[in-house]
């Protein structure tokens, strides 16, 4: 029986993790709530694993996977977005590539993807590998998501009575999220991303504006066959038949579905990419639970 520990069981993506794991046929090590910052006795679990799975903040996840830089044996799933980005770490969206999902389950290092980027990236990656989008095309991506994702601060703001409806953040525009959609998109130009948080637990949606125009004589019905093509085989990922005219962030919260839409004016040359997801089941735990059933030899795409 396959033995894994996760370092951040309390967080809200590691109990969630935890829970999952409990139907599976894994045993799950524990650590002493005394001693989770204790770094003797982290190292001790992990090394008494055969997968850690890090549900901690970024500086913690790699001080985490240096702390293991002695035991190349132990296998580690982060889902940080300390390693997204790394050249030495695989990424772990098993769609993004037919060989993704061979690669997850041999490798030693794997990031789970971050939830915004979840949905940008599968609109994204088909259609530039596609040639259907060039590399250096400007976007701009936008998304809201439910508070559940926001850690401790903003879930105690919108579990009380009166919390905010709707609220735009990082608009610095430097959110970290963007580096890891260039790098997975396939995209070589800085998009301008605009999260926001609403009222409301569990759920997500990216949209992508584009003008038709600016790709010659492409329709929005290309779009949707590249996608659906691109994903014809997935369990996890499904493209509309019937783009709808409104869509709620929330209608896929508790399942691990992503469901892609392209919604087109083809007269007025418009369209709007749209993912929809459980920000924390395709875009976390979901995802953990995946790419976990790769790496222990149990899951199929």
Same mark, same amino acid.
């Given at each position: 029986?396959?033995?894994?520990?996760?370092?951040?069981?309390?967080?809200?993506?590691?109990?969630?993790?935890?829970?999952?794991?409990?139907?599976?046929?894994?045993?799950?090590?524990?650590?002493?709530?005394?001693?989770?910052?204790?770094?003797?006795?982290?190292?001790?679990?992990?090394?008494?694993?055969?997968?850690?799975?890090?549900?901690?903040?970024?500086?913690?996840?790699?001080?985490?996977?240096?702390?293991?830089?002695?035991?190349?044996?132990?296998?580690?799933?982060?889902?940080?977005?300390?390693?997204?980005?790394?050249?030495?770490?695989?990424?772990?969206?098993?769609?993004?590539?037919?060989?993704?999902?061979?690669?997850?389950?041999?490798?030693?290092?794997?990031?789970?993807?971050?939830?915004?980027?979840?949905?940008?990236?599968?609109?994204?990656?088909?259609?530039?590998?596609?040639?259907?989008?060039?590399?250096?095309?400007?976007?701009?991506?936008?998304?809201?998501?439910?508070?559940?994702?926001?850690?401790?601060?903003?879930?105690?703001?919108?579990?009380?009575?009166?919390?905010? *409806?709707? !609220?735009?953040?990082?608009?610095?525009?430097?959110?970290? +999220?963007?580096?890891?959609?260039? %790098? /997975? @998109?396939? =995209?070589?130009?800085?998009?301008?991303?605009?999260?926001?948080?609403?009222?409301?637990?569990?759920?997500?949606?990216?949209?992508?504006?584009?003008?038709?125009?600016?790709?010659?004589?492409?329709?929005?019905?290309?779009?949707?066959?590249?996608?659906?093509?691109?994903?014809?085989?997935?369990?996890?990922?499904?493209?509309?038949?019937?783009?709808?005219?409104?869509?709620?962030?929330? *209608?896929? !919260?508790?399942?691990?579905?992503?469901?892609?839409?392209? +919604?087109?004016?083809?007269?007025? %040359? /418009? @369209?709007? =990419?749209?993912?929809?997801?459980?920000?924390?089941?395709?875009?976390?735990?979901?995802?953990?639970?995946?790419?976990?059933?790769?790496?222990?030899?149990?899951?199929?795409?």
């Amino acid at each position: 029986m396959p033995r894994i520990f996760i370092d951040g069981e309390a967080g809200t993506t590691g109990l969630d993790i935890k829970a999952r794991l409990k139907a599976q046929n894994i045993a799950l090590i524990s650590i002493d709530p005394a001693q989770r910052k204790d770094p003797k006795a982290r190292l001790e679990k992990m090394i008494s694993a055969d997968l850690v799975v890090l549900c901690l903040p970024d500086d913690a996840a790699r001080e985490a996977v240096n702390m293991l830089a002695g035991y190349p044996e132990i296998r580690v799933l982060d889902a940080s977005s300390a390693h997204r980005v790394a050249p030495d770490w695989v990424y772990g969206f098993p769609e993004i590539a037919a060989s993704q999902a061979r690669h997850i389950a041999q490798a030693s290092r794997v990031s789970n993807p971050g939830c915004y980027p979840t949905g940008a990236i599968a609109l994204l990656r088909p259609l530039v590998d596609a040639g259907l989008l060039p590399s250096d095309i400007r976007l701009t991506i936008n998304a809201v998501s439910g508070y559940s994702g926001g850690g401790h601060r903003v879930i105690e703001q919108h579990a009380r009575d009166g919390g905010p *409806a709707f !609220a735009l953040y990082e608009l610095e525009l430097e959110h970290k +999220h963007v580096p890891e959609i260039m %790098r /997975h @998109a396939g =995209l070589s130009h800085r998009p301008v991303f605009v999260p926001s948080v609403g009222h409301f637990a569990r759920g997500m949606i990216v949209s992508i504006p584009l003008h038709l125009d600016q790709l010659g004589a492409i329709t929005s019905e290309d779009l949707r066959q590249c996608l659906r093509a691109a994903y014809r085989q997935s369990r996890f990922i499904r493209v509309a038949d019937d783009p709808s005219g409104r869509l709620t962030a929330d *209608a896929l !919260a508790g399942e691990d579905i992503l469901e892609l839409r392209v +919604h087109g004016n083809d007269a007025r %040359r /418009h @369209a709007v =990419l749209t993912a929809r997801l459980d920000n924390l089941g395709k875009g976390a735990s979901g995802a953990a639970l995946q790419n976990i059933r790769l790496m222990l030899g149990k899951a199929a795409v």
